[in-house]
């Protein structure tokens, strides 16, 4: 599994109409909402610029009803549950730590570029991120699903946090609005597991080996973090397709 870097995007299933368009005077409240998966995982730097991207063309197109949901990616599913250090992490997958840090320049620069800070020497942990996506599900049943994700990452990217340890992860949780006892008794079980790990499993084998991909109406996946201005573009056009289709 990798993360996807600012490539090409890729309509996976079939061609966006591109002639399709909202007639002047017919009301958002009559529009089919739009809905958006987004795919991706909390350690992958791609992601992370790939949310802020999403959420630019958002705010570009408060036109269009979307319903934006967060869906589980294992960037790295062979690390276990406890995490293992970052130095053995890097050199695992890239070879050694130097090897890595021509990498990190580019997408440190790429985070740079949209306002966010990420800081590749302060991390010294590399977490399995399966407690991170069920936080995630329990925030979005407070409508915090974003929230929590954007927190998360903010500790992992920007401030080195360790994701592995159940303190930081109930802190998090509390500063978005989650109930800290209760937040602490549900890391302590197996709740979600299963679920986190078959939607996952799932969109690995709908064949998205690279994220964050974006899903637009369950039919279009668009690879990498794009430009919001291409996002724009989709969003509007696949919007304008299925809307044009619930019609007929």
Wanted: charged share 25%; proline share 6%.
């Amino acid at each position: 599994m990798r993360e996807a870097s600012g490539t090409p995007a890729c309509f996976a299933a079939g061609s966006v109409y591109l002639g399709a368009s909202f007639p002047e005077d017919w009301p958002m409240s009559a529009l089919k909402p739009l809905k958006i998966d987004v795919v991706s995982d909390v350690v992958c730097p791609w992601c992370y610029i790939g949310k802020k991207r999403i959420e630019d063309a958002l705010a570009q197109v408060p036109d269009v009803p979307v319903d934006v949901r967060f869906r589980p990616f294992f960037l790295n599913p062979w690390v276990p549950r406890e995490g293992i250090s970052r130095e053995d992490y890097l050199t695992t997958k890239f070879g050694s730590v130097d090897a890595y840090k021509g990498i990190a320049g580019r997408v440190v620069a790429a985070a740079g570029e949209e306002g966010l800070t990420y800081r590749p020497d302060l991390v010294k942990r590399q977490p399995n991120t399966i407690d991170c996506h069920r936080l995630i599900r329990w925030a979005e049943a407070i409508g915090k699903a974003p929230e929590m994700k954007q927190r998360l990452m903010e500790l992992y990217f920007r401030d080195g946090g360790d994701l592995t340890q159940t303190d930081v992860l109930v802190q998090a949780a509390s500063e978005i609005g989650l109930d800290a006892d209760d937040v602490r008794r549900r890391l302590a079980t197996d709740e979600d597991v299963d679920l986190i790990s078959g939607q996952a499993q799932e969109a690995s084998d709908k064949g998205i080996s690279g994220v964050p991909t974006f899903v637009l109406a369950q039919k279009y996946a668009i690879s990498g973090a794009q430009p919001a201005e291409l996002l724009v573009r989709a969003i509007r056009q696949v919007s304008a397709e299925v809307n044009a289709q619930a019609a007929e």
